[in-house]
């Protein structure tokens, strides 16, 4: 049995010389199983994939994990390499930016040198530690870099006279530095002529990888290896088929190859003799050889020859777009649309399906193995039968059957398709509390904008039907609560909210209903995200704004409901929250706190009422993959917050859980509140559901009174304007029927 450890050790060496983004509050629900690299350091396997780190101890079997949500700064990792003598490593991202990871922490380097008239991107092909200086490869060249100073020295700019060549992977032996190009294998001295890519000469053409171990160089082509001194070489006497990757360890030399699509195989030797061998039935990228093979897969993590898959769990892929949970598992949709409308551009090459955590480990189902042509935007549990799975396939291409699927058990039971290219497109799902189970459709009929209206699932038939309600541009994830059907419409012209009153019978098709749109305070006929509220009001997200409507429910019959901005105060100046941002999610904690997405601007957790923004976390200040989170999602029991990216999940531990009438367990933080120390609010958390509070002083003099909903509050220590006098204040709390009681003391240090 392997043990997931916690990279703590990690964590308490990291210096201040860069900034730390992650916290023990947060975690990675990140994919480990496209391996990239592997080295080894004293019988420990430090292992790159595409979002992190993983540390296998081979004698003991425990895996540690370093990712962005805990020490790393950022996520799609493209090059990695690590030198156990020095105990240093240095991994490299896609946007050019390095972590150079030590003993004494892990130092961030965004300062990559590129020629001023290079436009391309910066992305790291190949990382090579020789002793205290490291080759970078990237596509504009290769850079060499110190690590004792930790910056960059002499750089090469491949410059061929009409365009950049890149620097696929480069080493440096003695003195002289090999790089691999699409025109060959190139070399040249570190002098002051290094930088003069003309002078670079031709070692061999057709080159693909090298690598380097003490003084000896090995080279491949796609079906041949050689190896030497730098002057000379010798062929080893095996033809290969395609060569993906080549390693030399402090022994062997390891040959990954692809002898047929799909299919990799791992060689081994010793000087020009095979000492071992592998063949699997996966696709691979690298391999490593430490008293046994280790093959590096694009799918399934290390394998061994004892069909051992090893790997942090997680899910099968980090491409992830929608989130379902219940109770303690996790279910993850991994499609996408481009602009609300087209299937994302390479769901065609990905076919993922959908991810399913059990409570115990992560599940990928084979039939999205074995079958392709899906674009799932979104994936559900039967609330009342966790083993029925319902997701939505959003594809144009004709023969491929878009439409509503059930699964049981993992295997497809029924389904509702349509293979017209462009009628009848499926998006999300909502149950009810009946568990009336609703799919919002679009498009479902030739009219430009399209009649909008749900699939509703019958068990009984096991069969759904499709219900229309109106004209309109788009739908998204749709939310059912209280009799009431809220479908957002995301396209500008003819979109906007649909709100359908179906009380007790959702198949009725003439039902009460009402469109909110730009004449409702909406900013544009286009929204994207809806929830409601722990006082039932209706928080809207638009493509250009946010909006909050009052009891959506008497809205249906008012002849026109007004949905209204929150106005924040800056600089003394009334402004609208969010104006002009596209607002991707909306979700609600178990102290009625709103956490929204704004594309591009990152995730923000507001007070109760908007007012107040207690976190803004961004790519830049968090583990956040990116900064364009396409859903949320609370966990009410534990308060963790789940939030969903196209690179990955992480979570975030929220100090808001579920709460009832009464009172849990009351803490007040930070206390003592020292102002040299912390300048924030005072949080109260322990909450009963309503709780009436009120604040005195010291000689009983009322300060602040409040209401607050969902188990949590916060005092900004002000009255009548001004922040309170140093002092002991007493809190008391009384629940909505005053059954129970609460108090608590704050001191206050100015």
């Known amino acids: 049995m392997k043990k997931i450890l916690f990279f703590a050790w990690l964590l308490a060496s990291l210096s201040a010389a860069a900034q730390t983004i992650s916290s023990p509050r947060w975690a990675d629900l990140f994919s480990y199983d496209n391996i990239l690299c592997i080295r080894e350091d004293n019988g420990k396997l430090i292992t790159a994939t595409e979002n992190g780190l993983f540390y296998y101890n081979i004698s ?57 008239s290079y436009s391309g991107d910066k992305r790291i092909n190949h990382i090579s530690i020789n002793g205290n200086r490291a080759t970078i490869s990237a596509n504009y060249g290769v850079s ?3 690590l004792d100073k930790r910056e960059f020295g002499d750089s090469s700019f491949f410059f061929n006279g009409t365009s950049y060549e890149a620097a696929k992977e480069a080493v440096i032996k003695d003195n002289f530095v090999y790089a691999v190009t699409s025109s060959g ?107 046994e093979i280790f093959a590096g897969s694009k799918l399934s993590g290390l394998i061994t020859k004892r069909s051992e898959k090893i790997r942090p769990d997680g899910p099968y892929n980090n491409m992830s777009y929608k989130i379902s949970l219940l109770d303690d598992q996790i279910w993850v949709a991994t499609g996408g649309r481009e602009a609300y409308n087209d299937p994302i551009k390479d769901y065609q090459e990905k076919n993922l399906g959908y991810y399913h955590y059990n409570g115990k480990e992560w599940i990928y189902p084979d039939h999205f193995i074995k079958n392709k042509g899906f674009n799932i935007l979104d994936v559900a549990p039967n609330p009342a039968k966790p083993t029925e799975v319902f997701f939505t396939n959003y594809v144009f291409v004709s023969g491929q059957k878009k439409g509503v699927y059930k699964m049981s058990n993992d295997k497809i039971t029924s389904y509702k398709t ?11 799902i909502a149950f009810d509390e009946k568990n009336n189970l609703f799919i919002s459709v679009c498009f479902a009929n030739d009219n430009p904008n399209g009649t909008n ?118 600089n003394g ?71 969903v990216t196209s690179e990955g999940i992480v979570t975030y531990q929220n100090e808001v859980t579920v709460v009832d009438e009464k009172f849990k367990d009351v803490l007040v933080y930070p206390n003592p509140v020292v102002y040299a120390n912390y300048k924030g609010n005072v949080k109260i958390k322990g909450l009963a559901e309503k709780t009436n509070i009120r604040i005195t002083d010291a000689a009983g003099n009322l300060v602040h009174q409040a209401v607050a909903r969902g188990g949590y509050y916060e005092w900004d220590l002000n009255y009548n304007g001004k922040r309170v006098a140093s002092g002991i204040y007493f809190v008391l709390m009384t629940n909505a029927d005053g059954t129970d009681k609460a108090t608590a003391k704050i001191a206050v240090v100015n």
């Open 185 to 291: 294998l190139k070399k040249h001295e570190l002098n002051n002529k290094f930088a003069l890519y003309k002078d670079w000469t031709t070692v061999e053409t057709g080159v693909t990888n090298i690598d380097i171990e003490g003084n000896t160089i090995a080279f491949s082509t796609a079906k041949s290896v050689f190896y030497g001194d730098g002057a000379t070489f010798t062929p080893l006497p095996q033809i290969f088929t395609n060569i993906k990757d080549l390693v030399m360890t402090a022994g062997p030399l390891v040959v990954t190859d692809e002898p047929t699509a799909g299919r990799g195989t791992v060689s081994v030797y010793t000087g020009s003799t095979q000492s071992d061998s592998f063949d699997t039935n996966e696709p691979l990228n690298t391999a490593w050889y430490s008293s």
């Open 453 to 570: 209206g749900y699939y509703l699932y019958n068990p009984s038939i096991d069969d759904f039907t499709y219900i229309p309600i109106v004209n309109a541009g788009g739908a998204q994830r749709p939310l059912a609560k209280d009799g009431i059907l809220y479908s957002p419409a995301p396209f500008g012209g003819g979109g906007g909210l649909i709100m359908k009153n179906y009380g007790n019978n959702p198949a009725n098709t003439t039902a009460p209903f009402k469109i909110i749109r730009t004449e409702n305070g909406l900013p544009i006929n286009g929204t994207v995200a809806v929830a409601l509220d722990k006082n039932d009001d209706l928080w809207i997200g638009t493509r250009t704004g946010l909006r909050v409507l009052s009891n959506p429910k008497a809205a249906i019959y008012e002849a026109l409901p007004k949905a209204e901005p929150i106005i924040i105060t800056q």
């Open 418 to 428: 349509n293979y017209d290219d462009y009628v009848y497109r499926p998006v999300g």
């Open 60 to 116: 003991t079997g425990e895996i540690t994990k370093l990712s962005k949500a805990n020490g790393l700064h950022h996520v799609k990792i493209t090059a990695f390499d690590y030198n156990a003598t020095t105990k240093t490593g240095i991994v490299g991202y896609g946007n050019g930016s390095m972590d150079v990871i030590t003993p004494n922490g892990i130092f961030y380097i965004v300062d990559i040198p590129i020629a001023a």
């Open 573 to 643: 100046v009334g402004e609208e929250l969010f104006r002009d941002n596209t607002i991707l999610a909306i979700e609600v904690d178990g102290g009625n706190r709103k956490w929204v997405s704004v594309d591009g601007g990152g995730i923000f957790c507001l007070s109760p009422d908007g007012q107040q923004t207690i976190s803004h976390f961004t790519k830049e200040n968090s583990p956040l993959p990116n900064n364009s989170a396409t859903d949320i999602k609370a966990d009410l029991k534990t308060g963790k917050m789940y939030f």
């Open 144 to 146: 060499v870099f110190n």
